[in-house]
C-alpha cells in the first residue's frame, strides 16, 4: 500500500511538471479564471487519486490529460480572438482615471472601497489622492500609477489590442475612434496591422504585426 502511494505520487508531480511546461510559464498570481480552475481540478483528481489508491491510475491520467488538451485549445482560441479572451479571462478594469473613482466599475466588478483600500496600502500608497490610474487586472491583482509632477506624464493607456480599438481608454484621455483612425491614415498603417498602440504623454505610439 504505502509503496503503491509512494509510486503515484512521484508519477503524479511529474505528470504535474509536465502539464504546466506544455499550458506554459505562468506565476500561480497571474492565473487567469480558467487556468486557475484547471489547476484546481487537476490537483483534486490527483488528491482522489492517491486517497484511493486501488483505483486504475487511468481514472485520472484520462481526466487530467483531456484538462490540459483543453486549456492548449483556449489558449490558442485566446489569442487569435479578443472577445473570446475577454470571456474566458475577463477584462481588465479602471478603477481610477485621473484621479477620480470609477464608481461605476466598481459595482460592476463587485469591488468595494475597503478593497480599494486594502490594496493601495499594500503597495505603501496611503491615500487614493496619489493615485493617477489604478487598474484591477484579470487576476484580481491591482496595478498603481502614482501622480507625476508633470499632470501629462500618465501611464501607458493601450489604445488597440491586436487591432481592436479599446473604446474605454479613448474616454479616459477624451478622444474617440475617429481621432485615432485619423492618425493611423496619417501614418498610413491599417489597424489590421496593429499589435499594440498606447498612448503616453500626449503620444501615440503604434507597434505593428510586423515589428
Do not use: C, H
Not at 505562468?26 to 487519486?49: H, N, P, T
Not at 491520467?61 to 479572451?85: G, M
Not at 480599494?116 to 491591482?142: C, P, S, W, Y
Not at 474605454?168 to 478622444?175: A, T
Request: glycine share 4%; aromatic share 12%; hydrophobic share 45%.
Amino acid at each position: 500500500m504505502l509503496l503503491t502511494i509512494f509510486l503515484r505520487t512521484i508519477f503524479f508531480y511529474f505528470l504535474v511538471v509536465i502539464s504546466y511546461k506544455i499550458m506554459g510559464k505562468r506565476e500561480v498570481g497571474e492565473l487567469g479564471v480558467f487556468d486557475f480552475i484547471i489547476s484546481m481540478l487537476i490537483s483534486q483528481l490527483i488528491a482522489i487519486s492517491i486517497e484511493n489508491y486501488k483505483d486504475p491510475i487511468w481514472f485520472v491520467i484520462v481526466p487530467a490529460v483531456t484538462l490540459v488538451v483543453f486549456q492548449i485549445i483556449f489558449a490558442k482560441l485566446s489569442l487569435k480572438s479578443n472577445k473570446f479572451r475577454d470571456i474566458l479571462d475577463g477584462k481588465e478594469s479602471v478603477i481610477i482615471a485621473n484621479g477620480k473613482l470609477n464608481f461605476k466599475e466598481m459595482r460592476n466588478q463587485k469591488y468595494n472601497l475597503n478593497d480599494l483600500l486594502l490594496q493601495l496600502r499594500d503597495k505603501g500608497i496611503r491615500t487614493i489622492e496619489e493615485v493617477d490610474f489604478a487598474v484591477l487586472e484579470t487576476n484580481g491583482k491591482l496595478s498603481v500609477f502614482k501622480k507625476q509632477d508633470n499632470d501629462n506624464n500618465i501611464f501607458p493607456l493601450p489604445l488597440i489590442l491586436d487591432g481592436v480599438i479599446e473604446e474605454d481608454n479613448l474616454k479616459y484621455i477624451n478622444k474617440n475612434r475617429k481621432w485615432i483612425k485619423n492618425i493611423l491614415n496619417n501614418k498610413k498603417v491599417d489597424i489590421e496591422d496593429v499589435f499594440y498602440a498606447f498612448y503616453k504623454d500626449n503620444e501615440i505610439y503604434i507597434i505593428k504585426n510586423e515589428d
